[in-house]
């Protein structure tokens, strides 16, 4: 009897032994399964107001071609900006697209062909343009914070429009983006992006549009240089 009793002790330590084991492992595989979720690079959205909480997403832009006119190539930065004060006066809005040297562009367009007004009209101001291509490399950078998913819906709507040139259907697509994902709390970074697209959307002569787009690329290079800790 002494005997059953100390078998049935026994028994019942054994089992609470496995019982414990069981017990430990499973609250260790939960843990492990938090952790390994929580490492990813892009933080999960959470409603707070209509808001996306903080995150920080790796996106990538890929090639793009556009056609552009040329209208100086300059030793210094300073005849750079001279001549865009010149423009500017004549109430052209140009950029600078390279540095040292520095390039001065004005328009956008998908083909040569479409700058071949905006050519002579500058020649009929005096100011000598060339048509020029612009290739753009794959770019990848980190886009961070409040409006990340807006930021980058935006972005790649201009390099589509850098691609296939300015229509009604990419105009529109960024009017539906704006006003499904900015809400009540427009991220400032984009404000003047969302406004270059306002102001293309109230052209319906093509040729002021080749004029104005090319604000969108500039626009756009600053808030990625942004991004890319680069601020020039």
Not at 20 to 41: D, P
Not at 142 to 161: P, Q
Request: aromatic residues 8%.
């Amino acid at each position: 009897m002494k005997n059953f009793e100390r078998l049935r002790i026994l028994a019942a330590l054994v089992l609470g032994i496995i019982g414990l084991g069981l017990l430990t492992w499973g609250i260790g595989k939960v843990y492990l399964e938090l952790v390994g979720h929580s490492g990813g690079i892009t933080a999960q959205k959470v409603k707070n107001g209509g808001r996306p909480a903080d995150q920080t997403d790796i996106f990538v832009l890929s090639k793009a071609t556009f056609w552009t006119c040329q209208i100086g190539i300059f030793k210094s930065e300073e005849n750079a900006q001279s001549c865009l004060k010149q423009l500017k006066e004549l109430s052209y809005s140009g950029g600078i697209i390279s540095h040292n040297p520095w390039i001065v562009v004005l328009g956008l367009g998908h083909t040569a062909e479409e700058l071949n007004g905006l050519k002579q009209a500058l020649a009929e101001k005096g100011i000598h343009a060339l048509i020029k291509q612009v290739k753009l490399p794959e770019r990848t950078f980190r886009v961070t914070g409040n409006g990340s998913h807006l930021t980058m819906e935006l972005l790649a709507n201009v390099n589509a429009i850098l691609q296939e040139g300015i229509n009604s259907q990419r105009l529109a697509e960024e009017f539906q983006l704006w006003n499904s994902l900015a809400g009540d709390y427009s991220p400032s970074q984009l404000v003047q992006l969302h406004n270059i697209y306002n102001l293309l959307r109230e052209k319906s002569d093509p040729e002021e549009q080749h004029l104005l787009g090319l604000s969108l690329y500039f626009e756009a290079m600053r808030i990625i240089n942004k991004f890319s800790g680069n601020n020039s």
